[in-house]
């Protein structure tokens, strides 16, 4: 982590003189790489991506924050756009330079892309109306360093998107899913409202994309370690909707590893964000699918 650096003499110059704001609520817009953080949330002898901003804001402020995510991503789980907030007092510092003043003192993984301010009332979570999650895939049976730590090398069996995508149809809507529900959730119920979903392949990469207004404990994952069962053709597309409907957990034995799951984007019915800062207006990832001879594949 980058040590703690004093404000720049030009952000001192910008809010020299300006007189001190009684309350101001900041909203932030946060890129991390989670491969090496134990989640979002806070947690006793862990590193997190929640402590690390908090820290960060309070070797500013020389007080207590509280940051305010918008939702838990877990340990080893990639954010493109998680949003949060925070409340300031008495503090001169406009809400837009806090972005720059915060990745000058944060780690390389973690990035702040936008600062905004909001109301007094709006809330990053409660506040919010959809969560959109990419699930990414690499098929190629040879190994690459620059896709490992951002998606599950899937190289066992050929995968058939076209029944994946028959088969992710029927979440749509509002269902009990208690199927990918994983145990230790303090959630009452496993009711979710599926807004969007597809399955897009580019060469060798499969993209899963679940929109919904909430997701469950590890909901992403297990869905995910169900589906390849259906893409390598283990399962049928008509299994895994009745193995959902029916609930059956203890059917949903594998979860798919953390590193291929990302937190694309948090909706709000008027985002108070700039629109080109969302990581799903920008190309996905794509890479060559250039032939290589026999003698050279691992």
């Known amino acids: 982590m980058s040590s703690a650096l004093p404000l720049s003499p030009d952000t001192l110059d910008s809010v020299a003189g300006l007189k001190p704001k009684t309350f101001q609520r900041v909203a932030l817009v946060i890129q991390y790489l989670g491969t090496h953080f134990h989640g979002w949330q806070r947690q006793a002898r862990h590193r997190t991506v929640q402590e690390e901003i908090e820290k960060a804001l309070e070797s500013v402020l020389e007080r207590p924050v509280i940051l305010f995510g918008a939702g838990r991503t877990d340990s080893g789980v990639h954010a493109a756009a998680q949003v949060a907030h925070f409340d ?13 003043i915060l990745n000058s003192r944060l780690p390389k993984d973690i990035l702040i892309r936008a600062s905004v301010a909001v109301d007094a009332d709006w809330h990053a979570r409660f506040s919010a109306s959809w969560r959109r999650y990419r699930y990414t895939l690499y098929t190629d049976s040879v190994p690459n360093l620059f896709v490992q730590s951002f998606a599950w090398h899937y190289y066992y069996a050929p995968l058939d998107d076209l029944l994946m995508r028959e088969a992710l149809n029927p979440l749509l809507g509002r269902h009990h899913l208690a199927a990918f529900h994983r145990a230790g959730s303090k959630r009452a119920h496993s009711w979710v409202e599926v807004q969007d979903v597809t399955c897009q392949r580019q060469g060798p990469m499969v993209h899963v994309e679940i929109q919904a207004s909430g997701f469950l404990y590890g909901m992403v ?20 909707t009745e193995l959902w409907q029916a609930e059956r957990r203890d059917q949903v034995k594998y979860a798919a590893p953390p590193q291929g799951l990302c937190l694309l984007r948090v909706g709000y019915p008027q985002s108070p964000f700039p629109p080109d800062i969302w990581f799903d207006t920008q190309p996905k990832l794509v890479l060559p699918t250039t032939a290589v001879s026999e003698h050279c594949l691992i």
Do not use: N, Y
């Not at 300031?88 to 720059?100: K, M, N």
């Not at 995910?224 to 049928?236: A, D």
């Open 88 to 100: 300031v007092h008495d503090s001169a510092i406009p809400a837009c330079r806090w972005a720059s």
């Open 221 to 240: 994952r297990l869905l995910m370690g169900l589906l390849v069962e259906v893409g390598k053709g283990t399962r049928s597309p008509e299994e895994f």
